[in-house]
């Protein structure tokens, strides 16, 4: 049974870092497509980055535009884990965090997401 397990959330001032994780297990997961959406609250599900395998040991990372030079992910294959490195947050990146698996991880379409983590809170205080 595959399972994502996302951790690492947590209150944080802003201007500050945080690093979540998301470890799978069930399978290996080193050519998956995996990534990072977050929910605030009464808004839509919305892509924050994703980690593409590009062959050959490498992997192709893509973000959202209003994360793009703060946050970067990146994974440990051998440890099944997936990170994303936050830094120099704002308060409107408190939301919700879902580590995600497969499908279209990479369109950022939440819809066809094949595995979801359960989420871990971010909060930043201005």
């Known amino acids: 049974q595959v399972q994502l397990v996302d951790t690492g959330g947590g209150l944080v001032q802003a201007g500050g870092s945080l690093r979540l994780s998301c470890t799978a297990s069930?399978?290996?997961?080193?050519?998956?497509?995996m990534g990072w959406f977050r929910q605030a609250p009464g808004k839509e599900r919305e892509f924050v980055a994703a980690?593409?395998?590009?062959?050959?040991?490498?992997?192709?990372?893509y973000y959202a535009d209003s994360v793009k030079g703060r946050f970067t992910i990146s994974r440990d294959n051998a440890k099944n884990t997936v990170f994303l490195q936050m830094s120099s947050l704002k308060p409107e990146d408190t939301a919700v965090y879902y580590c995600?698996?497969?499908?279209?991880?990479?369109?950022?379409?939440?819809?066809?997401?094949?595995?979801w983590g359960k989420g871990t809170l971010v909060t930043v205080s201005s």
């Open positions: 995600a698996a497969g499908g279209t991880v990479v369109t950022g379409i939440a819809s066809g997401i094949n595995y």
């Open positions: 069930g399978r290996t997961f080193i050519t998956t497509d």
């Open positions: 980690h593409r395998w590009s062959g050959g040991g490498t992997y192709l990372s």
